[in-house]
């Protein structure tokens, strides 16, 4: 939840200064620079604890500690694709498809509830994060000019 948090609060931000500076707001260039903001942070956690992460992974995946740093570096990649005019289009699919791939993990901290570090122990927690996961998709694909929904148009 925290990563939403960050990724909220960066938006709401960007769309402040947006605001202030030009007297508009650009929402998906606001809603880029907030999850850049978050990918960055957590991407870098990823490679700088990576043990926090590995008892999330489900037992079938192998090499756990290799797809986290894996995941770390695809999250640091995705945030700097975002930023880059033209690397958002295929960055916004590319972190679509991360956000599917890394919702097993998700979906096994809500059926085990598995104490990791830095997160709440309660069970609710980790099944209140699950309708998040949509989001994100969404989150990156409108970001990105993928997608224009649910407005008609979208500034690039």
Same mark, same amino acid.
């Not at 200064?17 to 870098?44: E, N």
């Not at 926090?52 to 090499?63: C, I």
């Given at each position: 939840?925290?990563?939403?948090?960050?990724?909220?609060?960066? *938006?709401?931000?960007?769309?402040?200064?947006?605001?202030?500076?030009?007297?508009? !707001?650009?929402?998906?260039?606001?809603?880029?620079? +907030?999850?850049?903001?978050?990918?960055?942070?957590?991407?870098?956690?990823?490679?700088?604890?990576?043990?926090?992460? %590995?008892?999330?992974?489900?037992? !079938?995946?192998? =090499?756990?500690?290799?797809? !986290?740093?894996? *995941?770390?570096?695809?999250?640091?990649?995705?945030?700097? +694709? %975002?930023?880059?005019?033209?690397?958002?289009?295929?960055? +916004?699919?590319?972190?679509?498809?991360?956000?599917?791939?890394?919702?097993?993990?998700?979906?096994?901290?809500?059926?085990?509830?598995?104490?990791?570090?830095?997160?709440?122990?309660?069970?609710?927690? =980790?099944?209140?994060?699950?309708?998040?996961?949509?989001?994100?998709?969404?989150?990156?694909?409108?970001?990105?000019?993928?997608?224009?929904?649910?407005?008609?148009?979208?500034?690039?």
């Amino acid at each position: 939840m925290a990563f939403f948090a960050i990724m909220g609060v960066v *938006t709401l931000a960007a769309a402040a200064v947006q605001l202030l500076a030009i007297g508009f !707001v650009d929402y998906p260039a606001a809603m880029r620079w +907030g999850m850049a903001a978050a990918l960055l942070l957590f991407g870098t956690d990823h490679l700088v604890k990576p043990a926090r992460y %590995l008892p999330m992974m489900p037992n !079938v995946v192998p =090499y756990p500690r290799e797809i !986290v740093l894996f *995941t770390g570096l695809c999250e640091i990649a995705g945030a700097i +694709g %975002l930023l880059i005019p033209l690397l958002r289009w295929a960055a +916004g699919l590319a972190l679509a498809v991360y956000f599917v791939c890394v919702f097993p993990a998700n979906i096994k901290n809500a059926l085990q509830g598995q104490q990791i570090d830095g997160l709440p122990e309660a069970r609710w927690y =980790y099944w209140a994060r699950l309708p998040f996961q949509p989001l994100a998709i969404w989150w990156a694909l409108f970001s990105a000019g993928v997608t224009a929904w649910p407005l008609s148009h979208v500034a690039a």
